[in-house]
């Protein structure tokens, strides 16, 4: 969800303006940044303006209002625009909104809680105008509680949000009522205004993610589920989605009625090449302009000279663990939680399976990110004495006692070899044995989703860059997105009071201090933040990585991207 994470691909997918970090970090080994970043001039350049780069598979969906994964977000991404978006630098900036709101221009009243958005003169990619109430079609839209979206909660504080999405269970006149009553209305086609039930210091960063970018009710209402398919897929963003050949390929090309700043690129193709060494070949016969090679091969394209200058590598807002069901033994010991986390050497895995990319993670929240704490969880890094010791305390001396230890992982890409790292460094460490469950990855999807896993593996991706977007909806007591089933008082307590807090400094602290609460009740054993780490043709203009790409890196910012061969 951009973004849960997956352990086989990135998903998405912040408020910008606290302060976050530059998060790119070339290698010593690869070109510099920019190089890649050259101003290409004004206007289109000469020659043939095609981008190819590989999406990784199918996506699930391309609705804005009801897709959650990265995969679905790099398309997305192409063909809309919301009121807001972010920076490369993670700032917000304007979209279809003119200006951001504030206080002192009155986008933002006193109490905080009425938000007005003035719109620009943007048009759809078939020329009509865009206008307030596509806004407030989309965010119902979005809300409803037949669509079931994954991302509605996280819009609770709009007024009749949490209502109106929990009526699934009520009359239709019922429905409509409380619909109606939600607090998202157009003043007239250029004015939004959206009234919340508490201040909310990072709404402005919701209102940039693709949930509540505008979609078209006559578009929707006449094509139902379809209206996603090329012909009738209308957005208002750089490019227009002109073919989608399912399983293969999807093509986009420059939308004539687009009226931010035009692409400097004609045409992007995003090829579903599922293999990895199927994608790296074709990056090395020319049919791809980006690629990553197979994970562990990493050392050994930086060792090729005619391969090395074309690397870019940097690290994203994203974090990798283990989780575990709490509420099902053994499992539900913390004391075995915090053992076992003892006796993995992160830094083993990521050299042995990763290839030496990525960092070691003790706490959640990621560097890069306001609410990173470089100290936090250093009481659990890798100490094989201290696992014995605490696996003695969880009351199995030397695993005596211990039931059956089973960790269940989708069996694709890195997976199984972390399964099988996992599996000997207990036996190595601690002299217990772990049973290995590989799954399809529809299959361990549902398990999760469905709390069914005792110990898996997953990941999340920054959708903005504050700890709300970390913690919450992750490890509230039953939050959407809590497969730990975690469950604390008291973090409940302090999540719902840091969410409101308007002193940025209170606020920051309130999260450090709920995130290490989780960290010492360990219903996840962190891993790594992942390093991105990917080649580009050295033709390749303009690619600007970000620390919240999706599925693919630098499709934050495809339209700076063009071709000079």
Known sequence: MSKKQNSNVSRRDFLKGAGALGLLAAAG?????????TSCGSGVPAGTQVFTVNLGGEPESIDPNLSSWAVSRSVILRCFDGLLGFNKDLSLKTMVAKEIPTTANGGISADGLTYTFKLKGYKWSDGKSVVA?????????????????????????????????????????????????????????????????????????????????????????????????????????????????????????????????????????????????????????????????????????????????????????????????????????????????????????????????????????PPGMPGYNATLGQDYAFNPTKAKQLLSDAGFPAGAGLPELKFQYSKTGLNPPLAQLLQQQLKDNLGIKLTLEPMESAAFSKLVNGNGETWAFFGWGADYPDPDNWLPELFGTGAGNNHTTYSNPEFDTLAAAAKKELDNTKRLKMWDDAQTMVMADAPIVTVFYRERFVLVKPYVKGFTPAGMDGQIAGDEFFELVSIQK
């Open 29 to 37: 080994s690869s070109i510099p940044l920019s190089i890649f970043s």
């Open 133 to 365: 109430g596509d806004f407030v079609y989309s965010i119902k839209r979005m809300l409803d509680p037949v669509n079931a979206a994954e991302y509605a909660s996280f819009y609770y504080d709009i007024v009749g949000a949490q209502a109106y999405n929990g009526a699934a269970d009520k009359d239709a006149a019922t429905q409509a009522s409380l619909k109606a009553a939600v607090g998202v209305k157009a003043i007239n086609d250029t004015t939004l205004e959206i009234k919340l039930a508490q201040p909310r210091p990072t709404f402005l960063s919701l209102m940039a993610l693709w949930p509540v970018y505008p979609v078209r009710e006559d578009i929707i209402t006449a094509n139902g589920d379809k209206w996603t398919e090329a012909a009738t897929f209308v957005g208002n963003g750089a490019f227009k989605l002109t073919e989608w050949v399912h399983q293969d390929h999807l093509t986009f090309e420059i939308n004539p009625n687009y009226s931010g700043t035009k692409a400097k690129l004609s045409k992007i193709t995003y090829k579903m090449i599922t293999d990895a060494n199927a994608s790296w070949a074709a990056y090395l016969n020319g049919e791809l302009d980006m690629s990553g090679p197979p994970s562990g091969t990493e050392k050994t394209v930086m060792a090729d000279a005619t391969l090395s200058p074309q690397i870019v590598r940097y690290n994203d807002l994203t974090t990798f663990a283990f989780q575990f069901n709490v509420h099902k033994a053994p499992f539900d010991n913390k004391k075995l939680r915090q053992a076992l986390s003892c006796a993995f050497d992160r830094q083993a895995y990521i050299d042995s399976v990763r290839g030496g990319v990525g960092k070691v993670a003790l706490s959640w929240i």
